[in-house]
């Protein structure tokens, strides 16, 4: 059972557009965190969100929570290049267990 | 400040033999994890250490796996004997303390059972 869905799993752009990816669960999230992920080198967390309804922004990159805490988007504006890569929406455990729980991912490419 | 390194970054093994990865993570991180990217999967949790104990091995598909953390600081993760389905990519992370603190994850090692 896939806990984290994640959509679209493929996505290809031109340099410049806007584009929105998305992660939904049909369980509350205590936590989320988005990461990203390079070809050849481990996930680097982008941002973590707590409060249903929370909005942060990452310079280009704005990360909005759903006032449920089961869904999340991370909206890109004027993708660049460098914004390739491997978006993992991750489900932080509550209580003692510190494992995360990962959806499969976006797969982002920006083309100049 | 050096992060999280493993080793090796790939390794091409023949099924039913052994194979050890190799984690170091940050220093004066407590806590080390395990997980494993199976193809065309998401990454899964593999085990947690804190310091040299065994916090949650919920994760671990079966007895060839066997982890240790000896003296709380580097790990490794022996898979005895490999098999097919145990290719993927192994990855490691290390945090602070636990609850909602940063992983930070190492590279990766990139097992091949053949």
């Known amino acids: 059972t896939q806990l984290l869905e994640q959509s679209p799993q493929f996505l290809s752009i031109q340099e410049g557009e806007n584009l929105t990816v998305y992660c939904n669960s049909s369980?509350?999230?205590?936590?989320l965190q988005w990461y990203r992920q390079e070809p050849g080198e481990g996930p680097v967390l982008l941002v973590t969100?707590?409060?249903?309804?929370e909005v942060k922004k990452l310079k280009r990159l704005t990360f909005q929570f759903g006032d449920a805490r089961k869904d999340s988007s991370l909206h890109i504006t004027a993708a660049q290049p460098g914004d390739t890569g491997l978006y993992l929406c991750?489900?932080?455990?509550?209580?003692?267990?510190?494992?995360?729980?990962f959806g499969k991912g976006t797969h982002l490419i920006i083309q100049p | 400040e050096a992060g999280v390194t493993q080793f090796p970054s790939h390794s091409v093994i023949e099924k039913g033999q052994t194979v050890t990865l190799r984690c170091d993570p940050i220093?004066?991180?407590?806590?080390l994890y395990w997980y494993r990217r199976v193809m065309g999967k998401e990454i899964k949790f593999l085990l947690h250490?804190?310091?040299?104990?065994?916090?949650?091995e919920s994760g671990m598909p079966n007895n060839r796996f066997l982890a240790e953390r000896t003296g709380g600081t580097y790990s490794t993760l022996k898979v005895q004997p490999a098999e097919l389905e145990d290719s993927g990519v192994y990855f490691c992370?290390?945090?602070?303390?636990?609850?909602?603190?940063?992983?930070?994850f190492g590279p990766g090692t990139r097992l091949t059972v053949t």
């Open positions: 992370a290390s945090s602070f303390a636990t609850g909602v603190y940063e992983q930070y």
């Open positions: 369980s509350v999230f205590s936590s």
């Open positions: 969100v707590v409060t249903g309804g």
């Open positions: 991750v489900r932080h455990p509550r209580g003692g267990a510190d494992g995360l729980t």
């Open positions: 220093s004066g991180h407590d806590n």
């Open positions: 250490f804190v310091k040299e104990s065994k916090q949650d």
